[in-house]
Protein backbone atom coordinates (compact mmCIF):
# COMPACT_ATOMS: atom_id res chain seq x y z
CA UNK A 1 0.00 0.00 0.00
CA UNK A 2 1.10 3.51 -0.68
CA UNK A 3 0.32 6.53 0.97
CA UNK A 4 -0.19 7.25 4.83
CA UNK A 5 -0.87 3.97 5.58
CA UNK A 6 2.50 2.28 4.91
CA UNK A 7 4.19 4.75 7.08
CA UNK A 8 5.86 2.45 10.33
CA UNK A 9 3.98 3.62 14.20
CA UNK A 10 7.81 4.51 14.79
CA UNK A 11 9.54 6.99 13.26
CA UNK A 12 12.94 5.95 12.09
CA UNK A 13 14.03 8.88 12.38
CA UNK A 14 13.05 8.45 16.00
CA UNK A 15 15.24 5.58 16.68
CA UNK A 16 18.49 6.47 14.68
CA UNK A 17 18.40 9.55 16.93
CA UNK A 18 17.88 8.00 20.53
CA UNK A 19 21.44 6.15 21.41
CA UNK A 20 20.04 4.35 24.27
CA UNK A 21 17.88 2.31 21.19
CA UNK A 22 20.90 2.46 18.95
CA UNK A 23 23.25 0.25 21.17
CA UNK A 24 22.95 -2.58 22.94
CA UNK A 25 25.63 -3.92 25.72
CA UNK A 26 26.79 -7.78 24.41
CA UNK A 27 25.38 -9.10 27.89
CA UNK A 28 21.95 -7.92 27.75
CA UNK A 29 19.83 -10.75 28.02
CA UNK A 30 18.32 -11.80 24.86
CA UNK A 31 14.67 -12.08 23.79
CA UNK A 32 12.58 -12.77 20.75
CA UNK A 33 9.83 -11.64 18.77
CA UNK A 34 7.87 -13.26 16.11
CA UNK A 35 5.84 -10.66 14.13
CA UNK A 36 6.21 -7.50 12.67
CA UNK A 37 3.18 -5.17 13.21
CA UNK A 38 2.72 -1.82 14.80
CA UNK A 39 2.51 -3.62 18.25
CA UNK A 40 5.65 -5.69 17.25
CA UNK A 41 7.50 -2.86 16.41
CA UNK A 42 7.04 -0.62 19.40
CA UNK A 43 7.49 -3.76 21.52
CA UNK A 44 10.97 -4.11 20.10
CA UNK A 45 11.26 -0.32 20.58
CA UNK A 46 10.55 -0.91 24.11
CA UNK A 47 12.67 -3.97 25.34
CA UNK A 48 15.57 -2.40 23.43
CA UNK A 49 15.75 0.60 25.44
CA UNK A 50 15.12 -1.41 28.32
CA UNK A 51 18.59 -3.03 27.81
CA UNK A 52 17.20 -6.41 26.45
CA UNK A 53 18.84 -7.91 23.05
CA UNK A 54 15.97 -8.12 20.95
CA UNK A 55 15.53 -10.88 17.77
CA UNK A 56 12.83 -10.36 15.62
CA UNK A 57 11.40 -12.76 13.25
CA UNK A 58 9.74 -12.00 9.97
CA UNK A 59 9.01 -14.08 7.06
CA UNK A 60 10.12 -11.55 4.59
CA UNK A 61 13.14 -9.76 7.35
CA UNK A 62 15.00 -7.64 4.56
CA UNK A 63 11.40 -5.65 3.51
CA UNK A 64 10.70 -4.89 7.34
CA UNK A 65 14.27 -5.00 8.92
CA UNK A 66 14.20 -0.95 8.32
CA UNK A 67 10.98 -0.65 10.42
CA UNK A 68 12.37 -1.93 13.63
CA UNK A 69 15.41 -0.28 15.57
CA UNK A 70 18.62 -0.38 14.48
CA UNK A 71 20.05 -2.21 17.76
CA UNK A 72 17.38 -4.90 17.19
CA UNK A 73 18.47 -8.41 14.65
CA UNK A 74 15.90 -8.69 12.30
CA UNK A 75 16.09 -12.22 10.88
CA UNK A 76 13.89 -15.49 9.51
CA UNK A 77 11.49 -16.54 12.03
CA UNK A 78 13.82 -20.31 12.94
CA UNK A 79 16.92 -18.03 13.10
CA UNK A 80 15.24 -16.08 15.91
CA UNK A 81 14.21 -18.42 18.04
CA UNK A 82 17.38 -20.64 18.31
CA UNK A 83 18.97 -18.50 21.16
CA UNK A 84 16.42 -16.54 23.03
CA UNK A 85 14.94 -18.20 26.28
CA UNK A 86 11.51 -15.94 25.89
CA UNK A 87 10.27 -14.93 23.07
CA UNK A 88 6.82 -13.13 22.24
CA UNK A 89 4.55 -14.16 19.67
CA UNK A 90 2.97 -10.78 18.64
CA UNK A 91 0.65 -12.84 15.71
CA UNK A 92 -2.74 -13.30 15.44
CA UNK A 93 -4.68 -16.13 16.15
CA UNK A 94 -4.97 -17.41 12.60
CA UNK A 95 -1.50 -17.39 11.94
CA UNK A 96 -0.28 -19.51 15.16
CA UNK A 97 -0.39 -22.88 13.08
CA UNK A 98 2.51 -21.35 10.83
CA UNK A 99 4.88 -21.54 13.87
CA UNK A 100 4.21 -25.46 14.18
CA UNK A 101 7.09 -26.38 11.90
CA UNK A 102 9.67 -24.57 14.82
CA UNK A 103 8.28 -27.07 17.44
CA UNK A 104 11.37 -28.39 18.02
CA UNK A 105 13.23 -25.37 17.99
CA UNK A 106 11.11 -24.06 20.52
CA UNK A 107 10.81 -26.59 22.94
CA UNK A 108 11.42 -25.77 26.67
CA UNK A 109 11.08 -22.20 25.22
CA UNK A 110 8.82 -19.32 26.95
CA UNK A 111 6.42 -17.67 24.51
CA UNK A 112 4.90 -14.80 25.69
CA UNK A 113 1.43 -13.96 23.90
CA UNK A 114 0.33 -10.74 23.56
CA UNK A 115 -2.36 -11.10 21.14
CA UNK A 116 -6.05 -9.79 21.64
CA UNK A 117 -9.17 -11.46 20.00
CA UNK A 118 -12.01 -9.42 18.57
CA UNK A 119 -15.16 -9.74 20.07
CA UNK A 120 -16.41 -12.00 17.54
CA UNK A 121 -13.78 -13.83 17.67
CA UNK A 122 -14.19 -14.22 21.82
CA UNK A 123 -17.41 -15.12 21.66
CA UNK A 124 -17.15 -17.90 19.32
CA UNK A 125 -13.90 -19.57 20.39
CA UNK A 126 -14.33 -21.44 23.91
CA UNK A 127 -10.76 -21.43 24.73
CA UNK A 128 -8.46 -18.25 25.05
CA UNK A 129 -5.52 -17.63 21.84
CA UNK A 130 -2.74 -18.51 25.30
CA UNK A 131 -4.44 -21.84 25.71
CA UNK A 132 -4.86 -22.46 22.21
CA UNK A 133 -1.26 -21.66 21.78
CA UNK A 134 -0.54 -23.87 24.78
CA UNK A 135 -2.42 -26.92 23.15
CA UNK A 136 0.08 -26.39 19.49
CA UNK A 137 2.97 -26.10 21.32
CA UNK A 138 2.93 -28.23 24.52
CA UNK A 139 6.45 -28.78 24.82
CA UNK A 140 6.34 -24.61 25.54
CA UNK A 141 5.60 -22.71 28.48
CA UNK A 142 3.13 -19.78 27.54
CA UNK A 143 2.68 -16.86 29.56
CA UNK A 144 -0.44 -13.80 28.62
CA UNK A 145 0.53 -10.88 29.29
CA UNK A 146 1.06 -7.27 27.80
CA UNK A 147 -2.11 -7.49 25.86
CA UNK A 148 -3.95 -4.71 27.46
CA UNK A 149 -0.59 -2.78 27.02
CA UNK A 150 -0.80 -0.48 23.99
CA UNK A 151 1.73 -0.01 21.10
CA UNK A 152 1.46 3.61 21.94
CA UNK A 153 1.91 3.25 25.71
CA UNK A 154 4.84 0.88 25.01
CA UNK A 155 6.15 4.03 22.64
CA UNK A 156 5.59 6.83 25.08
CA UNK A 157 6.05 4.82 28.48
CA UNK A 158 4.04 3.51 31.07
CA UNK A 159 1.67 6.52 32.69
CA UNK A 160 -0.87 5.83 35.92
CA UNK A 161 -3.36 3.13 35.10
CA UNK A 162 -1.69 1.96 32.11
CA UNK A 163 1.33 0.72 34.57
CA UNK A 164 -0.18 -3.02 35.13
CA UNK A 165 0.22 -5.39 33.01
CA UNK A 166 -2.10 -8.74 34.21
CA UNK A 167 -0.31 -12.07 33.59
CA UNK A 168 -1.04 -15.55 33.74
CA UNK A 169 0.60 -19.33 33.17
CA UNK A 170 0.20 -22.42 34.71
CA UNK A 171 4.16 -22.42 35.66
CA UNK A 172 5.47 -19.79 38.39
CA UNK A 173 8.82 -19.89 36.99
CA UNK A 174 7.94 -18.79 33.90
CA UNK A 175 5.76 -16.13 35.06
CA UNK A 176 8.39 -14.67 37.28
CA UNK A 177 10.85 -14.76 34.44
CA UNK A 178 8.44 -12.40 32.62
CA UNK A 179 7.37 -10.21 35.79
CA UNK A 180 11.26 -9.55 35.29
CA UNK A 181 11.22 -8.49 31.76
CA UNK A 182 7.73 -6.36 32.16
CA UNK A 183 9.64 -4.73 35.49
CA UNK A 184 12.50 -4.02 33.68
CA UNK A 185 9.77 -2.06 31.16
CA UNK A 186 9.00 -0.06 33.58
CA UNK A 187 5.20 -1.73 33.86
CA UNK A 188 3.82 -3.48 36.82
CA UNK A 189 3.47 -7.26 36.76
CA UNK A 190 -0.31 -8.10 38.15
CA UNK A 191 -0.90 -12.36 38.70
CA UNK A 192 -4.06 -13.65 37.60
CA UNK A 193 -3.31 -17.04 38.10
CA UNK A 194 -3.17 -20.33 36.06
CA UNK A 195 -3.84 -20.34 32.19
CA UNK A 196 -7.07 -20.76 32.73
CA UNK A 197 -7.73 -17.17 33.51
CA UNK A 198 -6.47 -16.35 29.89
CA UNK A 199 -9.82 -15.63 28.47
CA UNK A 200 -10.30 -12.83 31.23
CA UNK A 201 -7.69 -11.52 30.81
CA UNK A 202 -8.22 -11.39 26.65
CA UNK A 203 -11.61 -9.78 27.28
CA UNK A 204 -10.14 -7.07 29.46
CA UNK A 205 -9.51 -4.83 26.40
CA UNK A 206 -13.15 -5.78 25.12
CA UNK A 207 -14.93 -3.94 27.72
CA UNK A 208 -15.89 -0.47 26.78
CA UNK A 209 -16.40 1.44 30.42
CA UNK A 210 -18.02 -1.48 32.40
CA UNK A 211 -18.36 0.70 35.18
CA UNK A 212 -20.42 3.49 33.32
CA UNK A 213 -23.19 1.44 32.16
CA UNK A 214 -25.58 1.64 35.05
CA UNK A 215 -24.73 5.39 35.86
CA UNK A 216 -25.03 6.47 32.13
CA UNK A 217 -28.16 4.87 31.73
CA UNK A 218 -29.50 6.21 34.79
CA UNK A 219 -28.34 9.44 33.95
CA UNK A 220 -29.73 8.77 30.65
CA UNK A 221 -33.01 8.22 32.08
CA UNK A 222 -33.20 10.89 34.46
CA UNK A 223 -32.83 13.54 31.73
CA UNK A 224 -35.15 11.39 29.05
CA UNK A 225 -37.91 12.19 32.38
CA UNK A 226 -37.15 15.59 33.37
CA UNK A 227 -37.01 16.50 29.54
CA UNK A 228 -40.43 15.60 28.49
CA UNK A 229 -41.89 17.27 32.01
CA UNK A 230 -40.10 20.35 30.74
CA UNK A 231 -41.40 19.68 27.14
CA UNK A 232 -45.39 19.10 28.42
CA UNK A 233 -44.71 22.26 30.82
CA UNK A 234 -43.05 24.55 28.81
CA UNK A 235 -43.95 23.88 25.19
CA UNK A 236 -47.02 21.84 25.31
CA UNK A 237 -49.12 23.09 27.51
CA UNK A 238 -49.41 26.76 26.34
CA UNK A 239 -50.45 25.26 22.72
CA UNK A 240 -52.93 23.40 24.09
CA UNK A 241 -54.08 26.02 26.53
CA UNK A 242 -53.44 29.58 24.32
CA UNK A 243 -52.50 28.09 20.97
CA UNK A 244 -48.90 29.88 21.29
CA UNK A 245 -45.96 28.16 18.98
CA UNK A 246 -42.79 27.47 21.55
CA UNK A 247 -41.43 24.76 20.01
CA UNK A 248 -38.58 26.91 19.29
CA UNK A 249 -37.93 26.22 23.20
CA UNK A 250 -36.43 22.52 22.20
CA UNK A 251 -32.93 22.85 21.37
CA UNK A 252 -31.78 25.33 23.84
CA UNK A 253 -34.31 26.05 26.81
CA UNK A 254 -36.11 22.79 27.31
CA UNK A 255 -32.16 21.20 27.60
CA UNK A 256 -31.08 24.23 29.60
CA UNK A 257 -33.81 23.88 32.19
CA UNK A 258 -33.43 19.98 32.22
CA UNK A 259 -29.46 19.70 32.27
CA UNK A 260 -29.53 21.45 36.22
CA UNK A 261 -32.30 18.98 37.07
CA UNK A 262 -30.15 16.00 36.04
CA UNK A 263 -26.58 17.27 37.58
CA UNK A 264 -28.41 18.13 40.75
CA UNK A 265 -30.35 14.46 41.47
CA UNK A 266 -27.52 12.65 40.06
CA UNK A 267 -25.19 14.73 42.54
CA UNK A 268 -27.21 13.69 45.63
CA UNK A 269 -27.65 10.47 44.69
CA UNK A 270 -23.94 9.94 45.33
CA UNK A 271 -24.13 10.67 49.27
CA UNK A 272 -27.72 9.04 49.35
CA UNK A 273 -26.44 5.83 49.66
CA UNK A 274 -24.08 6.62 52.39
CA UNK A 275 -26.58 7.55 54.13
CA UNK A 276 -27.96 4.07 53.56
CA UNK A 277 -25.48 2.52 54.57
CA UNK A 278 -24.95 3.90 57.81
CA UNK A 279 -28.64 3.75 58.35
CA UNK A 280 -28.22 -0.12 58.00
CA UNK A 281 -25.21 0.11 60.34
CA UNK A 282 -27.67 1.72 62.82
CA UNK A 283 -29.85 -0.75 62.61
CA UNK A 284 -27.82 -3.97 62.76
CA UNK A 285 -25.88 -2.46 65.34
CA UNK A 286 -22.50 -4.31 63.69
CA UNK A 287 -20.34 -3.52 60.77
CA UNK A 288 -19.31 -6.93 59.47
CA UNK A 289 -22.68 -7.67 57.60
CA UNK A 290 -22.27 -7.06 53.97
CA UNK A 291 -24.38 -4.86 53.00
CA UNK A 292 -27.00 -5.66 49.86
CA UNK A 293 -25.68 -6.20 46.54
CA UNK A 294 -27.91 -3.32 45.29
CA UNK A 295 -26.55 -1.03 47.95
CA UNK A 296 -22.90 -2.16 47.33
CA UNK A 297 -23.17 -1.55 43.78
CA UNK A 298 -24.55 1.60 44.25
CA UNK A 299 -21.38 2.41 46.55
CA UNK A 300 -18.97 0.90 43.62
CA UNK A 301 -20.64 3.57 41.30
CA UNK A 302 -20.48 6.57 43.06
CA UNK A 303 -17.40 8.35 40.91
CA UNK A 304 -19.14 7.97 37.60
CA UNK A 305 -22.60 9.74 39.00
CA UNK A 306 -20.49 12.28 40.65
CA UNK A 307 -18.44 13.13 37.10
CA UNK A 308 -21.55 12.63 34.98
CA UNK A 309 -23.10 15.30 37.43
CA UNK A 310 -20.64 17.73 36.72
CA UNK A 311 -20.64 16.94 32.99
CA UNK A 312 -24.48 17.88 33.24
CA UNK A 313 -23.54 20.73 35.91
CA UNK A 314 -20.90 21.93 33.06
CA UNK A 315 -22.70 21.71 29.82
CA UNK A 316 -25.94 23.96 31.75
CA UNK A 317 -23.19 26.91 32.25
CA UNK A 318 -22.50 26.66 29.20
CA UNK A 319 -26.20 26.95 27.85
CA UNK A 320 -26.71 29.71 30.10
CA UNK A 321 -23.76 31.61 28.36
CA UNK A 322 -25.19 31.13 25.40
CA UNK A 323 -29.21 31.98 26.01
CA UNK A 324 -28.06 36.11 25.46
CA UNK A 325 -26.58 34.99 22.26
CA UNK A 326 -29.75 33.86 20.38
CA UNK A 327 -32.79 35.32 18.86
CA UNK A 328 -35.16 34.47 21.26
CA UNK A 329 -33.85 36.53 24.09
CA UNK A 330 -32.94 39.25 21.72
CA UNK A 331 -36.49 39.63 20.10
CA UNK A 332 -37.84 39.23 24.01
CA UNK A 333 -35.86 42.43 25.10
CA UNK A 334 -36.99 44.40 22.27
CA UNK A 335 -40.66 43.58 22.91
CA UNK A 336 -40.18 44.24 26.89
CA UNK A 337 -39.17 47.59 25.84
CA UNK A 338 -41.87 48.63 23.67
CA UNK A 339 -44.44 47.12 26.16
CA UNK A 340 -42.26 49.78 28.76
CA UNK A 341 -42.56 52.59 26.43
CA UNK A 342 -45.96 51.87 25.57
CA UNK A 343 -46.91 51.65 29.30
CA UNK A 344 -45.27 55.13 30.09
CA UNK A 345 -42.89 53.35 32.44
CA UNK A 346 -39.35 55.21 32.67
CA UNK A 347 -38.23 53.19 35.36
CA UNK A 348 -38.26 49.17 35.58
CA UNK A 349 -36.65 47.90 38.12
CA UNK A 350 -37.93 45.19 41.23
CA UNK A 351 -35.96 44.96 43.91
CA UNK A 352 -36.63 41.41 45.63
CA UNK A 353 -36.06 39.99 41.60
CA UNK A 354 -32.65 41.84 41.50
CA UNK A 355 -31.60 40.28 44.40
CA UNK A 356 -33.12 36.87 43.91
CA UNK A 357 -31.27 36.87 41.09
CA UNK A 358 -27.70 37.74 42.04
CA UNK A 359 -27.79 35.40 45.00
CA UNK A 360 -28.58 32.76 42.00
CA UNK A 361 -26.04 33.27 40.50
CA UNK A 362 -23.78 33.62 43.01
CA UNK A 363 -24.70 29.90 44.59
CA UNK A 364 -24.06 28.56 41.45
CA UNK A 365 -20.65 29.79 40.62
CA UNK A 366 -20.05 28.63 44.29
CA UNK A 367 -21.39 24.94 43.63
CA UNK A 368 -19.87 24.44 40.42
CA UNK A 369 -16.52 25.52 41.27
CA UNK A 370 -16.75 23.14 44.75
CA UNK A 371 -17.95 20.32 41.96
CA UNK A 372 -15.29 21.08 39.70
CA UNK A 373 -13.16 20.37 42.58
CA UNK A 374 -14.21 17.12 43.18
CA UNK A 375 -14.04 16.15 39.51
CA UNK A 376 -10.71 16.95 39.83
CA UNK A 377 -9.74 15.16 42.44
CA UNK A 378 -10.75 12.26 40.98
CA UNK A 379 -8.46 12.46 39.09
CA UNK A 380 -5.85 9.34 39.26
CA UNK A 381 -3.26 11.04 39.10
CA UNK A 382 -4.81 13.94 41.71
CA UNK A 383 -6.13 11.28 43.86
CA UNK A 384 -2.78 9.44 44.46
CA UNK A 385 -1.06 12.85 45.33
CA UNK A 386 -3.36 12.96 48.10
CA UNK A 387 -3.46 11.24 51.73
CA UNK A 388 -6.59 9.61 53.00
CA UNK A 389 -7.58 12.47 55.34
CA UNK A 390 -7.15 14.88 52.37
CA UNK A 391 -9.19 12.84 49.92
CA UNK A 392 -11.52 12.05 52.30
CA UNK A 393 -12.45 15.65 53.30
CA UNK A 394 -12.66 17.07 49.56
CA UNK A 395 -15.30 13.62 48.42
CA UNK A 396 -17.13 13.92 51.48
CA UNK A 397 -16.82 17.36 53.08
CA UNK A 398 -16.72 19.57 49.95
CA UNK A 399 -18.94 17.16 48.28
CA UNK A 400 -21.76 17.70 51.01
CA UNK A 401 -21.04 21.67 50.52
CA UNK A 402 -21.44 21.48 46.95
CA UNK A 403 -25.29 19.83 47.28
CA UNK A 404 -25.99 22.18 49.97
CA UNK A 405 -24.74 25.21 47.76
CA UNK A 406 -26.94 22.83 44.63
CA UNK A 407 -29.89 23.24 47.37
CA UNK A 408 -29.86 27.00 47.95
CA UNK A 409 -29.30 28.01 43.90
CA UNK A 410 -32.46 25.52 43.34
CA UNK A 411 -34.20 26.78 46.12
CA UNK A 412 -33.38 30.84 45.23
CA UNK A 413 -34.30 29.72 41.69
CA UNK A 414 -37.92 28.47 42.58
CA UNK A 415 -38.35 31.41 45.57
CA UNK A 416 -41.99 31.50 45.74
CA UNK A 417 -43.09 29.68 42.43
CA UNK A 418 -44.30 26.67 44.59
CA UNK A 419 -47.11 28.67 46.30
CA UNK A 420 -48.37 30.46 42.63
CA UNK A 421 -50.82 28.39 41.25
CA UNK A 422 -50.04 29.84 37.94
CA UNK A 423 -46.91 27.41 37.86
CA UNK A 424 -49.17 24.70 38.32
CA UNK A 425 -49.49 24.08 34.58
CA UNK A 426 -51.64 20.71 33.60
CA UNK A 427 -51.50 20.57 37.31
CA UNK A 428 -47.96 19.36 37.26
CA UNK A 429 -45.88 21.15 39.70
CA UNK A 430 -42.84 23.38 39.22
CA UNK A 431 -39.95 21.08 37.82
CA UNK A 432 -37.66 21.92 40.54
CA UNK A 433 -39.73 21.03 43.20
CA UNK A 434 -39.36 17.18 42.00
CA UNK A 435 -35.39 17.75 42.11
CA UNK A 436 -35.67 18.47 45.59
CA UNK A 437 -37.06 15.63 46.78
CA UNK A 438 -33.58 13.33 47.38
CA UNK A 439 -31.04 16.07 47.82
CA UNK A 440 -33.84 17.64 50.87
CA UNK A 441 -33.82 14.01 52.43
CA UNK A 442 -29.95 13.37 51.93
CA UNK A 443 -29.30 16.68 53.95
CA UNK A 444 -31.94 16.26 56.67
CA UNK A 445 -30.30 12.43 57.09
CA UNK A 446 -27.08 13.86 57.43
CA UNK A 447 -28.19 16.80 59.61
CA UNK A 448 -29.31 13.62 61.53
CA UNK A 449 -26.75 11.55 61.96
CA UNK A 450 -24.72 14.69 63.73
CA UNK A 451 -26.82 14.70 66.65
CA UNK A 452 -24.98 12.86 69.34
CA UNK A 453 -26.56 10.14 70.45
CA UNK A 454 -26.79 9.00 66.60
CA UNK A 455 -22.95 9.90 65.92
CA UNK A 456 -21.49 8.59 68.53
CA UNK A 457 -23.08 5.02 68.06
CA UNK A 458 -22.08 5.16 64.30
CA UNK A 459 -19.14 6.00 65.65
CA UNK A 460 -18.12 2.95 68.05
CA UNK A 461 -19.68 0.72 65.08
CA UNK A 462 -17.45 1.67 62.51
CA UNK A 463 -14.69 1.29 64.94
CA UNK A 464 -15.45 -2.44 65.75
CA UNK A 465 -18.36 -2.25 68.36
CA UNK A 466 -21.00 -4.32 67.76
CA UNK A 467 -24.71 -4.27 69.62
CA UNK A 468 -24.85 -8.41 70.64
CA UNK A 469 -21.94 -8.02 72.54
CA UNK A 470 -19.68 -10.71 69.85
CA UNK A 471 -17.32 -7.76 69.87
CA UNK A 472 -16.35 -5.77 72.98
CA UNK A 473 -13.62 -3.36 73.99
CA UNK A 474 -11.88 -4.07 77.31
CA UNK A 475 -9.23 -3.15 80.03
CA UNK A 476 -6.24 -3.94 80.07
CA UNK A 477 -6.34 -5.37 83.33
CA UNK A 478 -9.08 -8.04 82.94
CA UNK A 479 -7.08 -10.70 81.93
CA UNK A 480 -9.48 -13.42 82.76
CA UNK A 481 -12.69 -11.60 80.90
CA UNK A 482 -10.46 -10.94 78.06
CA UNK A 483 -9.75 -14.78 77.47
CA UNK A 484 -13.45 -15.15 77.64
CA UNK A 485 -14.39 -12.30 75.09
CA UNK A 486 -13.56 -12.69 71.20
CA UNK A 487 -11.75 -9.65 70.29
CA UNK A 488 -11.48 -8.02 67.05
Request: net charge positive; with cysteine; glycine share 6%.
Amino acid sequence: MSGEMDKPLISRHLLDSDGSLAEVPSEAPKVGILGSGDFARSLAARLVSSGFSVVVGSRNPKRTAGLFPSAAQVTFQADAVESPDVIFVAMFREHYSSLCGLSDQLAGKILVDVSNPTEQEHLRHHESNAEYLASLFPTCTVVKAFNVISAWTLQSGPRDGNRQVPMCSDQPEAKRTVSEVVRAMGFMPVDMGSLASAREVEAMPLRLLPGWKVPALLALGLFTFFYVYNFIRDVLQPYVRDGKSKFYKLPVSVVNTTLPCVAYVLLSLVYLPGVLAAALQLRRGTKYRRFPDWLDHWLQHRKQLGLLSFLCAALHALYSFCLPLGRVNRYEVVNLAIKQVLANKSHLWIEEEVWRMEIYLSLGVLALGTLSLLAVTSLPSIANSLNWREFSFVQSTLGFVALVLSTLHTLTYGWTRAFEDSHYKFYLPPTFTLTLLVPCVVILAKALFLLPCFSRRLSRIRRGWEKDGAAKFLLPMDHALAQKTSHV
